[in-house]
C-alpha cells in the first residue's frame, strides 16, 4: 500500500520568512515524488518532481529514502505563494501504473 | 490548447440517481485519469485508461465505472448515488502511462451535490 502524509493542514508565515512543507510517505518500491499546487480559482498544477532535482518559483524539494520524506522548502517565502500544496506519490507501472496518491494537503499563507 | 476541459461544471443530483460525467483531454494525451477529492482532503484515485483501455482502478465500488472514447476522451459514471458520493471529481491527462516520468494536467473538476 501507498500513502502519503502531510502533517500540517494550515502553515502561516510571513513575506521573506523560509517556508517548509513537511511530507512523508509509505510505500515498499521506489517511488516517485511530486510536489502539486493549487492557487486561488486555479487548476491543480505541478510545481516540482523529484527525479528532475529542479526548483521552480525557488521551491527545492528533495527525497530522503531513509527518513522517507520529500519535504517542500523555499528561503524566502512571497505573497504569491499563497495556496494549497499537495505531495503525491506515484508506484512502479507494475504495481499501480502512473496514479497518483496524495495528501491531505497543506495551506499556505504568506502574510505581508 | 484549452487544456483539459470537464463538463459539466456543476451539477446537483439526488440519491439513487445516476451521473455521467465528461472530459477531453489536452490534444495528443492519450491517457486520462479520474480522482474524487472529498472536501478538505486531497484526491483519491478512482481510474487510468490508456489506449482506450482500463490500467488502474482505485478503492471504489462497482457502483463506478469508466470508458475511454477513440478520441481519447472519456466518461465518468455513478450509479445510485449516495450523499457520501458528493465531491469535486478531477480528471487528469497525460501523453503517456506507466511512470511518474509523464505529467499529469488537470481539468478543473465537475462539483457533483447529491442531496
Known amino acids: 500500500a501507498q500513502r502519503v502524509t502531510q502533517p500540517e493542514k494550515l502553515l502561516s508565515v510571513f513575506k521573506g520568512a523560509p517556508v517548509e512543507l513537511k511530507c512523508n510517505y509509505s510505500?515498499?518500491?521506489?517511488?516517485?515524488l511530486f510536489w502539486y499546487v493549487q492557487y486561488s480559482r486555479q487548476r491543480l498544477q505541478l510545481l516540482l518532481r523529484?527525479?528532475s532535482r529542479e526548483s521552480i518559483k525557488g521551491f527545492t524539494a528533495d527525497l530522503n529514502k531513509g527518513e522517507t520524506s520529500f519535504h517542500l522548502k523555499k528561503p524566502f517565502a512571497q505573497e504569491e505563494d499563497s495556496a494549497m500544496y499537495y505531495c503525491?506519490?506515484?508506484?512502479?507501472?507494475?504495481?499501480?501504473?502512473?496514479?497518483?496518491?496524495f495528501g491531505e494537503g497543506t495551506q499556505l499563507t504568506v502574510n505581508p | 490548447d484549452a487544456g483539459v476541459t470537464q463538463s459539466p461544471t456543476h451539477l446537483i443530483k439526488t440519491r439513487g440517481q445516476h451521473v455521467t460525467l465528461r472530459c477531453s483531454p489536452i490534444?495528443?494525451?492519450?491517457?486520462v485519469s479520474w480522482y474524487q477529492q472529498v472536501l478538505g482532503q486531497g484526491p483519491q484515485f478512482i481510474f487510468q485508461?490508456?489506449?482506450?483501455?482500463e490500467r488502474g482502478r482505485g478503492n471504489f465500488p462497482d457502483r463506478f465505472s469508466a470508458r475511454q472514447f477513440p478520441n481519447y476522451s472519456s466518461e465518468l459514471n455513478v450509479n445510485a448515488l449516495l450523499l457520501g458520493d458528493s465531491a469535486l471529481y478531477l480528471c487528469?491527462?497525460?501523453?503517456?502511462w506507466g511512470s511518474g516520468v509523464y505529467e499529469q494536467y488537470f481539468g478543473p473538476g465537475t462539483r457533483l451535490t447529491v442531496t
Open positions: 487528469a491527462s497525460s501523453d503517456g
Open positions: 490534444s495528443g494525451h492519450k491517457s
Open positions: 485508461y490508456y489506449e482506450k483501455e
Open positions: 510505500y515498499s518500491g521506489s517511488p516517485e
Open positions: 523529484h527525479i
Open positions: 503525491a506519490l506515484s508506484g512502479s507501472r507494475e504495481t499501480s501504473g502512473s496514479r497518483l496518491t
